[in-house]
């Protein structure tokens, strides 16, 4: 997915084709700054490891940063950024977002999950698992089919799952 992603992404615009809650209303980042604050002071580790997989603009993290920064000095000040994004079109954007709102703290951005340091973290992922590839499978007349979209329409073929 990850060279899909980066091939469209580098390509087109894509906030052309959509729009998403955080581009709508800074309140939707702003709720998850909260609840990444609330949850922080509930784990038992001094730095808040705030990671986002697929941060699109950036708008959503600084709306949250932002938040952050207003009620919650002692968790902006623990915040370690972590950002998984392949596209460096996007790390651009991400990277402007954040300077805007939070000049001096430096995101780490990440190719995939793998690479962020393990251990206790609060992760975004607005839209990101939205986009994952999955697979389907239904149970009919006592077999299973996997069911898919083929040239724009949704089809079943036969097959037994993976696994």
Known sequence: MG??????YARHDPFADFVTAPELTQVFGELLG???VAVWRTMDTPRLRLVEAGPGRG???ADALRLIGRVAPDAATAIDLHLIETSPRLRDLQRAAIAA????LAPVWHECLDTVPPGPMVL???EFLD???VRQWVR???GWQERCVASGRVVETACEPDG
């Not at 060279?3 to 469209?8: E, K």
């Not at 709102?101 to 001096?104: D, E, L, W």
């Open 34 to 36: 909260a609840w990444a």
């Open 131 to 133: 986009a994952l590839a």
């Open 140 to 142: 009919r007349d006592g």
């Open 59 to 61: 708008t959503l993290i």
């Open 3 to 8: 060279q899909a992603a980066a091939a469209y």
């Open 124 to 126: 975004l992922a607005n």
């Open 101 to 104: 709102v939070r000049p001096g």
